[in-house]
């Protein structure tokens, strides 16, 4: 067993981060989190440079990268934070569903802008009854004619506010609790749509919204694939998505745990650094081994991937355990930096902020162990 990248994935994993430090950085950062303004122009630069299509075939126009390399991508632009990274990914996962099961027409008017980082895209799953039972959703979809006919109340759909986007909405044209839903592509400017932006403390930037929608017509063609296929287009990309989120976990807190050890070698009490105090020391030891143990399980489980391999347990528990990692890791920073982490431009209590989003966001914690014990046989 060789646990060695190749030159090629290291040349990758570091032209990201490089990208990172040059285009992105901690000021830049620190600003749109307290602004909640979108990342534009990293978007931007990233469809210049033809980053946005790593998960679309070469025949759609993107680069069909393997899960490593999709994986390095993850972890360098979570470096600085959870929520950059989230504005990034959350339009890749619709855009494959595009690439897989779009029209020709869909392909060019949705696609080919977002390829450029001209548009974004949005995946509207939950509801307000409807979290961690994603099955449980009711919104309708109905075919009058020639036009679907949507109704219902969607809710924490990140992203579904900001111009040029366009949400992939999950409803439900059957009773049947999976081949009930299909998926539609609504354009957030759709008379119709009501979309209020939600005040909350992570995912500042990407901002999440709530929406209505009050018998919103939209044109037959708006239908992703076929009808009756919505949940196994979403499930399609779910070992992607967990991948990234858990890659992107591992990025956020190897410069939440660099940031700790910085500050504790400068600070000094007593007459010493922090860094020398035994019990500092340790707790960052500890860290260290544990951020090394979920780089691991990222990695092993893309390699997987890579091969073909069914991976569901492995990035459920890349997920899980990644997201306790950056967790514990930021919750050690907020002591070690005393007073001082309680400054946002220490950037720390935003790591611990977004740490706790992770255990919820893409399935929760509970629902990753349910998920590991159903792949173990148990029941
Ligand atoms: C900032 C933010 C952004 C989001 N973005 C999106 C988005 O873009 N699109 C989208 O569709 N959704 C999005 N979500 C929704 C997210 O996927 C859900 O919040 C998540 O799936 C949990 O659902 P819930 O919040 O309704 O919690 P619930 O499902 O009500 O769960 C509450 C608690 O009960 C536990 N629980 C529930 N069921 C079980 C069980 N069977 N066994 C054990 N414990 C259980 C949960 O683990 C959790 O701890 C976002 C959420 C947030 C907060």
């Not at 403390?201 to 930037?205: A, C």
């Given at each position: 067993m060789d646990f060695r990248f190749t030159d090629e994935q290291l040349l990758w994993g570091e032209t990201v981060q490089n990208f990172m430090d040059r285009e992105v950085g901690r000021e830049y950062t620190r600003e749109h989190d307290a602004s909640r303004e979108f990342p534009i122009e990293v978007f931007k630069k990233m469809g210049a440079l033809g980053w946005l299509g790593l998960l679309i075939d070469e025949e759609n126009g993107g680069s069909a990268a393997d899960p490593v390399m999709f994986a390095l991508f993850c972890e360098a632009i979570g470096k600085f934070s959870l929520d950059t990274a989230a504005c990034i990914m959350t339009s890749m996962f619709t855009a494959t569903n595009i690439s897989r099961h779009g029209t020709a027409e869909q392909k060019e008017r949705y696609l080919k802008p977002f390829l450029t980082g001209d548009a974004k895209f949005s995946i509207s799953i939950s509801e307000p009854h409807s979290g961690s039972d994603a099955a449980a959703a009711r919104s309708t979809a109905v075919l009058e004619g020639d036009t679907w006919v949507l109704n219902g109340n969607k809710v924490w759909c990140s992203g579904a506010h900001l111009p040029k986007t366009t949400i992939a909405v999950m409803a439900r044209t059957s009773a049947d609790r999976y081949k009930g839903f299909s998926l539609f592509l609504v354009p957030n400017t759709t008379p119709g749509l009501h979309i209020k932006k939600m005040n909350t403390?992570?995912?500042?930037?990407l901002g999440t919204t709530e929406f209505f929608m009050d018998n919103l017509r939209i044109p037959s063609g708006a239908l992703l694939g076929e009808v009756g296929k919505g949940w196994d287009y979403i499930g399609e990309h779910l070992e992607f998505e967990r991948l990234s989120i858990a890659a992107s976990q591992v990025g956020n807190a190897r410069t939440a745990l660099d940031d700790t050890i910085r500050y504790t070698k400068d600070r000094k009490q007593f007459g010493v650094p922090l860094a020398s105090f035994q019990v500092l020391k340790h707790r960052m030891a500890d860290d260290e081994t544990e951020l090394a143990a979920a780089r691991l399980l990222v990695y092993s489980a893309a390699c997987k991937m890579a091969r073909g391999e069914r991976a569901i347990k492995e990035v459920s528990m890349a997920k899980l355990f990644c997201s306790q990692v950056l967790f514990k890791i930021a919750f050690n920073g907020m002591q070690a930096l005393g007073g001082y982490a309680q400054l946002p431009e220490y950037d720390m209590e935003r790591y611990f902020r977004e740490a706790k989003h992770g255990m919820v966001g893409g399935g929760t914690n509970e629902i990753q162990r349910s998920i590991i014990a159903k792949e173990m046989g148990i029941r």
């Open positions: 403390i992570v995912r500042k930037s």
